[in-house]
T-cell receptor, first 115, second 113 residues
Framework: EPEVTQTPSHQVTQMGQEVILRCVPISNHLYFYWYRQILGQKVEFLVS????????KSEIFDDQFSVERPDGSNFTLKIRSTKLEDSAMYFC?????????????FGPGTRLTVL | SQKIEQNSEALNIQEGKTATLTCNYT??????LQWYRQDPGRGPVFLLLIRENEKEKRKERLKVTFDTTLKQSLFHITASQPADSATYLCALDRYNAGNMLTFGGGTRLMVKP
């Protein structure tokens, strides 16, 4: 069964460093998402991406964040200058299309630890 | 402001019983409501989706109801098993440009043998 994959599973970085989290969505899906979950808290929406551009973003997704689909298969989330409060699980998700009876498929997550 | 509330206290039930989890929302007009399962350290896994014009949806031992007047969804697991122990997340899905999901805080279910 096709699945969303994410790398790395765990990333440790120093405050102020740049990190890139990688995702490979399901191949025929058209909508891509990043969510994050701080330990013990809700899953929070960060950004949605369709047709090579951001379609929606939350207040969390400020200028420090960016997304890219560089090669038609990978979908990346970059944090330019990490802060302690960026420590969380980051989940990538994909969806075959919007506005239909379609669920989002989530990856296993990347645990980001900012020291 | 928009709120989605799930019972934050863990629900403990005996194997074989029916588990009922509640999701309440305010200041939302969702097109769809979805339920996901999340195991510790893992990503959410989709279980069921119900549309705003549907009252009830079933899949095997799972049943979801959606009352847009009460702004509430109930999620039932019948004949529960210890393997059903997990956190269950309710998520609202507005039909908008990004179709983002807004999640509740989840309810942890523990099924005891």
């Amino acid at each position: 069964e096709p699945e969303v994959t994410q790398t790395p599973s765990h990333q440790v970085t120093q405050m102020g460093q740049e990190v890139i989290l990688r995702c490979v969505p399901i191949s025929n899906h058209l909508y891509f998402y990043w969510y994050r979950q701080i330990l013990g808290q809700k899953v929070e929406f960060l950004v949605s991406f369709y047709n090579n551009e951001i379609s929606e973003k939350s207040e969390i997704f400020d200028d420090q964040f960016s997304v890219e689909r560089p090669d038609g298969s990978n979908f990346t989330l970059k944090i330019r200058s990490t802060k302690l409060e960026d420590s969380a699980m980051y989940f990538c998700a994909s969806r075959i299309r919007a506005g239909q009876n379609n669920e989002q498929f989530f990856g296993p997550g990347t645990r980001l630890t900012v020291l | 402001s928009q709120k989605i509330e799930q019972n934050s206290e863990a629900l403990n039930i005996q194997e074989g019983k029916t588990a009922t989890l509640t999701c309440n929302y305010t200041n939302y007009s969702p097109a769809y409501l979805q339920w996901y399962r999340q195991d510790p350290g893992r990503g959410p896994v989709f279980l069921l989706l119900i549309r705003e014009n549907e009252k009830e949806k079933r899949k095997e031992r799972l049943k979801v109801t959606f009352d847009t007047t009460l702004k509430q969804s109930l999620f039932h697991i019948t004949a529960s098993q210890p393997a059903d122990s997990a956190t269950y997340l309710c998520a609202l899905d507005r039909y908008n440009a990004g179709n983002m999901l807004t999640f509740g805080g989840g309810t942890r279910l523990m099924v005891k043998p």
